[in-house]
Nanobody, 123 residues
Framework: QVQLTESGGGLVQAGGSLRLSCAAS????????MGWFRQAPGKEREFVAA????????YYAGSVKGRFTISRDNAKNTMYLQMSSLKPEDTAVYYC????????????????WGQGTQVTVSS
């Protein structure tokens, strides 16, 4: 059974940066396509970014492209989301997710989910 654990969330001022981590256990991370999603209060969960098993292919939502960078270190069984130029509208609970394939932006394609980490961006 795959367990995913996010960390690195917190409170940051607009324009600042944060790096989220997603540690995997119970399964070798290199066997999974991985992604980040987020959910703001009163809104549906939305796709943020995804990365293929090898890390060679990435995909971003338009709202974060150029500001966020997804990466993975399969040797450490960990995925990352580097967030820069943060905006108040980036405030949300951020979830990491894993799947057997690589269907980047479709939440239902992901079988494994973490518990989420809160990111709050103040103006």
């Amino acid at each position: 059974q795959v367990q995913l654990t996010e960390s690195g969330g917190g409170l940051v001022q607009a324009g600042g940066s944060l790096r989220l981590s997603c540690a995997a256990s119970g399964r070798t991370l290199s066997s999974l396509g991985m992604g980040w999603f987020r959910q703001a209060p009163g809104k549906e969960r939305e796709f943020v970014a995804a990365i293929s098993r090898s890390g060679g292919t990435t995909y971003y939502a338009g709202s974060v492209k150029g500001r966020f960078t997804i990466s993975r270190d399969n040797a450490k069984n960990t995925m990352y989301l580097q967030m820069s130029s943060l905006k108040p509208e980036d405030t949300a609970v951020y979830y990491c997710a894993g799947q057997e394939n690589y269907i980047p932006s479709i939440a239902s394609a992901y079988a494994y989910w973490g518990q989420g980490t809160q990111v709050t961006v103040s103006s």
